[in-house]
DNA sequence: CTAATTTGTCTATTGATATAGATAACTATA
DNA sequence: TATAGTTATCTATATCAATAGACAAATTAG
């Protein structure tokens, strides 16, 4: 089950076995709270040399998953991944009820744009038209979970950007529209390296993986409202997609 | 809009130009069977010196997405990505049914190991008992999109491997064992760097990006008939998840 | 045909990455 | 306390990654 490291990639190799070891947290290879095997141990096992272990450590201590301490070994520390719903009623507050104790959205920023061939098809109007986008971070006990661009159309959401700043929720700016229950009508999911925005606003180390979905969502009766493209940490976040609900 | 370029990240300028290609393709900022910008424009672009876009480029038309030719220009290859729906009713034939015009399942190899804590919960047996295991890859108009491994309770699937290597399908599989129809129950997403087994088997390059689903199909009544770990090239494959259907 | 544009190739230099070996510093335990 | 096991640090070397500049080769525009 141990396949191998792929070298001349233009991934380092200390970046892909962080990658592993990481890896090797979230299935349970290396338990919580408890010693990862000693720096040669790990050497033999990805077949490359001591000290490229230890960069690969290194980083992962800069990152907070691990802790070195000299003398008596390297020890993983305990960090859950989130674990964020998608489905029909996805909503980032009750999304992550019971695994965090504090969650909202904050506003970045806001701006007008003419709706360019993507966001006015997924909106349903014409494009050029105008459309209000809020650059949004979401946040869960201090530590930033997403990262998400929306659209709105501008004629029918004039001042959401208000209503986001002061109630830190989609759900609640809605309300105000008179939008008191909202669909996921789909979801299209990819993944790439982490850019230096991704970077700087989700508190990343370089290299990362983010997970990105471009969402719409419709009223009861199946007019688009929001479009929106999220990114998710995947070290930090995995997404469970579910049927029903 | 456009965000610059992580250095001293264990990922290599002409990797993270190479992923950024991919994406601006992806988008339609790079449309197909056109030219790209100059190399020099590229390079400023992106903050870099002109060998740095010349290597990224290189590795794309090693992928064959890109095709350049001297005093012309680099050209962008057509080749959309396949767009893999996740819902209710995943399977995987159907589900690439228009994008392509010929898909099967192949079924790499077999065998059977006592189910681990993960497999029997989602199986809903008890950890040890047997299970089978299937090692296969999704294959669409001669191109691998996806690799998974997939367990089956042994008491009750007695000899599936025999039926998925005749029917290259898992539903058709199914149906010899009484099963005419089932439903996706659960999926978790998640995304990594490709190990050297996915490169291998699902011819990528090194470095690429996977997504990761872990999902569990029940009958109409709930029971829980089968687990899968699936793995989806992201350069190649998009997921659409769909709340109905 | 000429000039401009664009990709291809070559040399050179610098810094990051990876390997190798030796030794120090620290911890736990017999 | 002595020893084994572990992380930390140092030197050295080779290769990869990135930058820089110059020029060749092919194509297109005028």
Redesign the interface.
């Known amino acids: 089950m141990a396949?191998?490291?792929?070298?001349?990639?233009?991934?380092?190799l200390?970046?892909?076995i962080?990658?592993?070891i990481l890896?090797g947290i979230?299935t349970g290879d290396f338990a919580e709270n408890s010693a990862l095997p000693p720096e040669m141990a790990l050497a033999e096992l990805y077949g490359v040399n001591r000290h490229t272990v230890r960069s690969a450590i290194a980083?992962l201590v800069q990152e907070g998953v691990l802790r070195a301490e000299q003398g008596r070994g390297t020890f993983v520390l305990s960090r859950k991944r989130l674990?964020y719903p998608?489905?029909?009623r996805t909503r980032f507050s009750t999304g992550l009820q019971g695994q965090t104790t504090e969650r909202h959205i904050a506003l970045l920023s806001s701006s007008t744009e003419p709706a360019n061939?993507?966001i006015a098809e997924a909106l349903g109007i014409a494009r050029g038209s105008t459309v209000i986008r809020l650059e949004t971070r979401g946040e869960a006990d201090g530590h930033a979970v997403s990262r998400a661009t929306t659209w709105f159309d501008a004629k029918r959401f004039a001042g959401i950007e208000t209503a986001m700043a002061e109630t830190g929720s989609i759900t609640a700016s809605l309300k105000g529209f008179g939008i008191n229950d909202y669909?996921?009508?789909?979801?299209?999911?990819?993944?790439?390296?982490?850019?230096?925005?991704d970077?700087a606003d989700l508190d990343l180390?370089?290299?990362a993986?983010?997970?990105v979905t471009m969402s719409v969502n419709v009223t009861l009766d199946g007019q688009p409202i929001q479009f929106a493209e999220s990114r998710f940490p995947?070290e930090r976040v995995?997404?469970?997609?579910?049927?029903?609900d």
């Open positions: 396949s191998s490291i792929e070298r001349r990639s233009g991934v380092s200390w970046r892909q962080a990658d592993r890896q979230a980083a674990s998608i489905g029909a061939r993507r669909l996921r009508h789909s979801t299209m999911l990819s993944a790439r390296h982490a850019d230096a925005d970077l180390q370089p290299g993986i983010v997970l995947a995995e997404l469970k997609l579910s049927a029903n």
